[in-house]
């Protein structure tokens, strides 16, 4: 009989330190001192989104840095700006892509020409500046698109000049 109360007792207290508040703790103790024995890895901080450059220069100038490869009315003279279209017009979802430079760093940044559409032309600041453009047979290389063609209207408005990223120098 001693034997058999010996036998549950070392049962109980094996049971009482693994399943027990005490095993609890342990088992949050020993998670913590691993813890903090991981280095601190770096995070992707996705809502910080890409870092924008610094900029000089008027939007509504044929000039701008972000407009040398622009060809149509700028979005900045129309209601919006290089980043918006004018209110009660919708961005097209499908773009040119130039690459210009920005003399503040001397940078290339890849520029998202997205036109802006649903309103009649804008008619004003027309700017044709067409770097890396190419003949409209080359439709993957030519600015010469109304990209308003996969939006809900195809009526072409404006085109914003939007930084969505540094180039790969060449
Ligand atoms: N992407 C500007 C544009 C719009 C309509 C026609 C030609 C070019």
Same mark, same amino acid.
């Given at each position: 009989m001693k034997f058999l109360?010996? &036998?549950?007792?070392k049962? *109980?207290?094996s049971l009482a330190q693994t399943s027990g508040r005490r095993g609890l703790l342990k088992g &949050? %103790? *020993?998670a913590l001192v691993g813890a903090s024995s991981i280095p601190l890895l770096p995070v992707a901080r996705a809502s910080e989104g890409p870092s924008m450059p610094k900029e000089f220069g008027d939007e %509504?100038? @044929?000039?701008?840095w972000r407009y040398c490869a622009v060809d149509g009315f700028l979005c900045a003279c129309c209601g919006g700006s290089t980043n918006s279209c004018p209110p009660g017009t919708e961005m097209s979802p499908i773009t040119w892509i130039?690459? @210009?430079t920005n003399p503040v760093d001397g940078r290339n940044y890849v520029i998202s020409y997205n036109d802006c559409c649903g309103k009649t032309q804008c008619n004003s600041c027309l700017c044709q500046r067409d770097e890396g453009d190419?003949? &409209?047979?080359r439709s993957d290389k030519s600015n010469d698109v109304n990209w308003c063609l996969g939006a809900s209207s195809s009526v072409y408005h404006c085109s914003t000049a939007?930084?969505?990223g540094i180039a790969f120098e060449k």
């Open positions: 109360d010996q &036998l549950f007792e049962k *109980a207290r &949050l %103790g *020993a %509504g100038s @044929c000039d701008y130039g690459t @210009c190419r003949p &409209l047979y939007i930084v969505v």
